[in-house]
T-cell receptor, first 114, second 110 residues
């Protein structure tokens, strides 16, 4: 089974702190994604990556950056955390095959910014 | 603008009933759609997918229907069980990433 592991289940940070959310997948998937999930808004794409050292902006990249130094690891960075970044963050990986893409998600990191 | 949305944020059914969860999309160029299920405390899990060259696809107790004319997608769950209680998301492929709808919370009572 594909395993996508997010380093923290719950995280509490203060406004202005630099925050790192880590994600590791063990299936050698090329594609990795960061979404945030908020009540009533569903899942919104922040950033994604199709290869090591490659990154693409999603729908809501403002206030975030990412790092993909190794194929299995995709990090989400909040340079200066703000209260409106309090959310559930979901990492996913996938393999694109024959025009179909199945995402495998981690369990999520609930980030609270105080 | 482009969006993937669900008609109802919540759906309540009795155990044993059939459930139908609906989704509307606006991007007529989308050619691949997926349904995900998210249980409490977990990340979303793949349920079933369908390509735009199909109208219907069946899995185990689940069926996805695609109506391209009205840009409508539905997930049917047969003989709904308490374990089906979850949030269900439809998603469409934009070629580079999946875009998700807002989700429908399905509650199953015994």
């Amino acid at each position: 089974d594909v395993k996508v592991t997010q380093s923290s289940r719950y995280l509490v940070k203060r406004t202005g702190e630099k925050v790192f959310l880590e994600c590791v997948q063990d299936m050698d998937h090329e594609n990795m994604f960061w979404y945030r999930q908020d009540p009533g808004l569903g899942l919104r794409l922040i950033y994604f990556s199709y290869d090591v050292k490659m990154k693409e902006k999603g729908d809501i990249p403002e206030g975030y950056s990412v790092s993909r130094e190794k194929k299995e690891r995709f990090s989400l960075i909040l340079e200066s955390a703000s209260t409106n970044q309090t959310s559930m963050y979901l990492c996913a990986s996938s393999l694109w095959q024959q025009g179909e893409e199945k995402l495998f998600f981690g369990s999520g990191t609930q980030l609270s910014v105080l | 603008g482009e969006s993937v949305g669900l008609h109802l944020p919540t759906l309540s059914v009795q155990e044993g009933d059939n459930s139908i969860i609906n989704c509307a999309y606006s991007n007529s160029a989308s050619d691949y759609f997926i349904w995900y299920k998210q249980e409490s405390g977990k990340g979303p899990q793949f349920i079933i997918d369908i390509r735009s060259n199909m109208d219907k696809r069946q899995g185990q107790r689940v069926t996805v229907l695609l109506n391209k004319t009205v840009k409508h997608l539905s997930l049917q769950i047969a003989a709904t069980q308490p374990g089906d209680s979850a949030v269900y998301f439809c998603a469409e492929s934009r070629g580079t990433a999946l875009i998700f709808g807002k989700g429908t919370t399905l509650s199953v009572s015994s």
